[in-house]
């Protein structure tokens, strides 16, 4: 079993910066891969950034240039710097971690507004 816990998220101007973290403990043996999702009001949940247990990283296009995720291995821990917030990236963003089965963390609010 592997535990999923994200911190950072709150309330920022449009413009602004904020740095999520996700740390996942447990049975953490062979991670394949983390990742931040998000999910807006009335919205799917949408892929923000992944990056795998050998450095690859994905980003959605809409953060592409703003979002640069990154990861500790030896803490099981990614980030997810974000910069250059805009209104629009107001959402609960959740951390996944793909440990041989998946595991998602109960979510962590961002606000972007003025």
């Known amino acids: 079993q592997v535990h999923v816990v994200e911190s950072g998220g709150g309330l920022v101007q449009p413009g602004g910066s904020l740095r999520l973290s996700c740390a996942a403990s447990?049975?953490?043996?062979?991670?394949?891969?983390m990742g931040w999702y998000r999910q807006a009001p009335g919205k799917q949940r949408e892929l923000v950034a992944s990056?795998?247990?050998?450095?690859?990283?994905r980003y959605g296009d809409s953060v592409k240039g703003r979002f640069t995720i990154s990861r500790d291995a030896a803490k099981n821990t990614v980030y997810l710097q974000m910069n250059s917030l805009k209104p629009e990236d107001t959402a609960v963003y959740y951390c996944r971690a793909s440990y041989g089965g998946i595991y998602w963390g109960q979510g962590t609010q961002v606000t972007v507004s003025s």
């Open positions: 447990g049975s953490t043996d062979s991670m394949n891969a």
């Open positions: 990056i795998t247990s050998g450095g690859i990283k």
